[in-house]
Structures are given as C-alpha cells and as structure tokens.
Nanobody, 126 residues
Framework: VQLEESGGGMVQAGGSLNLSCAASGFTFENYCMAWFRQAPGKERERVSYIGDGDGDLAYSEAVKGRFTISSDSGKRTVFLQMNSLAPEDTAVYYC????????????????????WGQGTQVTVSS
C-alpha cells in the first residue's frame, strides 16, 4: 500500500501550489480520501476530504474558498489545488484514506484513516 504525495515546496504569500497524491496497493473505490496538514507544534488537522459521490467534499474553514480538492479515480490520484497561500498554511501536508462505509467519509479522526502518505512540505513566506 502506498500513498505518494508530491507538489509541495516554497512559495511567497499569495502564490499557488498543486499537491498530488498517487495511490496504489488498495481498492481505491472503497476509500474516501482526505488531505491533512500538520504545522510544527500543532495537531494534525483535516483540510479537505472527497467522498464517493458528486459533491461529496468539504473544506475546513481555514482553507474554504482558497483550496480545491479533486480526484481522478482512473489514475487513482487525488489533488489539492491551493491558491492565495498564506504563511499560516505552512505545514507538512498528508493525504490519507478512510474505509467507506466502515467510517464516514467526513471523518476528522486521524485514527480512523487506514493509509497515510509520507507528507510533503509546504512553506509560505510573507
């Protein structure tokens, strides 16, 4: 099982990055996917998730209107387009998969996610 993130980097405030998460080794269709982030000294928090139906997605208040999650099931890849980045978005970003319907696609609980990527660093300078 592997979730491999890419697309992180360093950007100035107001800039954009597009994260990708390529999945392999499990039945992608049985999982809802999410992006989490963890800043130094803070708990891991869910940024966005995407479920199995049209419109089944959500964002945290901190990123709503700036980030867009999408997926390409054929390519088993999840994306996170991040626009209008701010220094407070600086964190390691992780993609993760939660088994549906064992758990809700909208789960915030880290412990309910079976699979995690290694993380990709996003640094936003002011």
């Amino acid at each position: 099982v592997q979730l491999e993130e890419s697309g992180g980097g360093m950007v100035q405030a107001g800039g954009s990055l597009n994260l990708s998460c390529a999945a392999s080794g499990f039945t992608f269709e049985n999982y809802c996917m999410a992006w989490f982030r963890q800043a130094p000294g803070k708990e891991r928090e869910r940024v966005s998730y995407i479920g199995d139906g049209d419109g089944d997605l959500a964002y945290s208040e901190a990123v709503k209107g700036r980030f867009t999650i999408s997926s390409d099931s054929g390519k088993r890849t999840v994306f996170l387009q991040m626009n209008s980045l701010a220094p407070e978005d600086t964190a390691v970003y992780y993609c993760a998969g939660v088994r549906y319907p064992l758990f809700q696609c909208s789960s915030y609980k880290v412990e309910e996610y079976d699979y995690w990527g290694q993380g990709t660093q996003v640094t936003v300078s002011s």
